[in-house]
């Protein structure tokens, strides 16, 4: 199985008015970069060329996800778009191979620790050829009180939940 890692960007949390009810909801947007096989050079950001096929399978809760009341989610409304960023070269130079990826999907998954409510989990599966880095935007527009608990802002503190 490959390894994924999650570069978050800051999510942007706005309430807005559905165009058709005329009801508040929040609408927030998640983004940020995931590396499937290796993590990137912390000086370039580039990954290193590890020319090997890997299966790739794997759900990730979003570091900063909020924690909703699945009970208050039947009228929830998610969107996820992805791109690939970068296929890195292999060892010998050449330009690396991606393999496939399937789209991504967003599920909502209880607390891996056993609190409160379910956060956004981002599923990536395909196999690749090289270390691949793909941009995710995902947005969730709920009613706000959905929303058991805001996620982490400071994403220096966040704890590693995958």
Not at 26 to 54: F, H, I, N, Q, S
Not at 57 to 75: G, K, M, V
Not at 131 to 153: E, M
């Amino acid at each position: 199985m490959t390894d994924v890692h999650l570069q978050p960007q800051p999510r942007i949390d706005v309430l807005v008015t559905d165009y058709e009810t005329e009801e508040r909801r929040l609408r927030t947007d998640y983004a940020g970069v995931a590396y499937l096989g290796d993590e990137p050079d912390p000086e370039t950001g580039l990954m290193g060329g590890a020319y090997t096929k890997r299966d790739v399978d794997s759900r990730l809760f979003l570091p900063d996800t909020h924690w909703y009341d699945a009970d208050q989610l039947e009228s929830v409304e998610v969107q996820v778009t992805a791109g690939v960023l970068q296929v890195a070269s292999t060892e010998r130079g050449t330009q690396g191979l991606l393999g496939a990826l399937v789209e991504p999907e967003v599920e909502f998954y209880e607390h891996p620790e056993g609190a409160e409510g379910v956060g956004v989990c981002l599923w990536f599966r395909g196999a690749i050829l090289s270390n691949v880095a793909v941009s995710y935007r995902i947005t969730v527009v709920a009613d706000p009180i959905a929303v058991q608990r805001k996620g982490a802002t400071d994403l220096e503190e966040v704890p590693a939940v995958s």
